[in-house]
């Protein structure tokens, strides 16, 4: 898609004034970025020295579109203040939502994080420490915290479940309907960048309520699972080194049981909304027989556990 023209210098300058952000060049550069997977037109920005994003979100776009729910999920997010003062040290690179209506879309303005994402495959334990820190202490502040849960612009993930499967909504049904929390929904490599001190997370279009166990599954599916790192490694240390993380958080015990209960049905709505990315090693051209043989023991270790979480439905 070609950049939208309005993007122009005029624009950056009263965007950066909304949000507080001193501003000094006479013009900017920009470039429209693809990953490939993302349905939103995202563009790069040179100011000067700076850089920054432009993430232009359609009315008709995303699953609060598809669910007929609020539109530019992540523009209310923003608007709410909840994503501006998350605990350290995760944050969200966002300047500034503006309303395009002539375009039919909402634009978010943010820092260019880029050079702090993962290249695909890559592991550092000590980032993911960083991360579960963050996260455990997110979970925390709103841990079993109905009503400040309900002040917020969030999902179900039942919701978005049936979307994919029938089996993926049980995570929301049966899990225990006790100790819910604001989940980012979608912790990916794309959607993490690690600059300096901080954790910086990016596109909340699925932030919703619902068990931890739900965000920690999706990233354990793709980190540990589809795209694992060469280096051996124990995702079950990782799991308890969350879990230490969330009971200092919130000052008392978690139930140990309830979570794993959680944990199972939080992978059974993983396997069923984006299981298939245990094959995608596959799709590249012509996949050596000990790729196709490790695939293959993956994607049976992975029927086997949903089968398991399945039991105790």
């Known amino acids: 898609m070609p950049v939208p023209p309005e993007i122009d210098a005029a624009y950056l300058r009263a965007a950066l004034e909304r949000a507080g952000v001193a ?14 997977r993302s349905g939103a037109v995202v563009t790069g920005v040179r100011a000067g020295r700076d850089r920054f994003v432009v993430k232009a979100i359609d009315d008709e776009q995303g699953f609060r579109a598809v669910l007929s729910s609020l539109p530019g999920g992540e523009v209310a997010l923003f608007r709410s203040g909840a994503t501006r003062d998350l605990p350290a040290p995760l944050a969200w690179p966002v300047l500034d939502a503006s309303r395009q209506g002539g375009r039919g879309q909402w634009w978010l303005l943010m820092h260019d994080v880029a050079d ?10 000590d980032k993911l420490h960083a991360l579960l820190r963050g996260m455990s202490r997110l979970h925390a502040r709103y841990w079993g915290n109905e009503r400040a849960l309900d002040a917020l612009p969030l999902l179900r993930p039942d919701a978005i479940a049936r979307l994919f499967a029938e089996p993926a909504s049980l995570v929301a049904r049966n899990e225990p309907p006790a100790e819910p929390t604001f989940l980012h929904g979608d912790l990916r490599r794309a959607n993490i960048s690690y600059l300096n001190t901080s954790v910086c997370l990016l596109d909340w279009e699925r932030a919703m309520r619902g ?14 699972w589809a795209y694992p790192p060469s280096e051996p490694c124990d995702p079950d240390a990782f799991r308890r080194a969350y879990l230490a993380y969330l009971e200092e958080a919130l000052g008392r015990a978690v139930d140990r049981e309830a ?12 396997i069923a909304e ?34 398991k979480a399945m039991d105790h439905v």
Do not use: C, M, N
């Open 211 to 224: 068990h931890a166990a739900i965000d920690l599954q999706w990233y354990w599916f793709l980190q540990f």
């Open 274 to 307: 984006i299981g298939f990315l245990i094959a995608d090693p596959l799709t590249e051209a012509s996949p050596s027989a000990q790729e196709i043989a490790r695939v293959s023991a993956t994607a049976k270790r992975a029927i086997a556990l949903a089968r």
């Open 116 to 125: 702090g994402i993962l290249p695909r495959g890559a592991f550092d334990p």
């Open 23 to 36: 501003a000094s060049f006479d013009a900017i550069q920009t470039t429209t970025y693809s990953d490939g």
């Open 259 to 270: 979570f794993g209960r959680a944990w199972g049905l939080a992978w059974l709505k993983v």
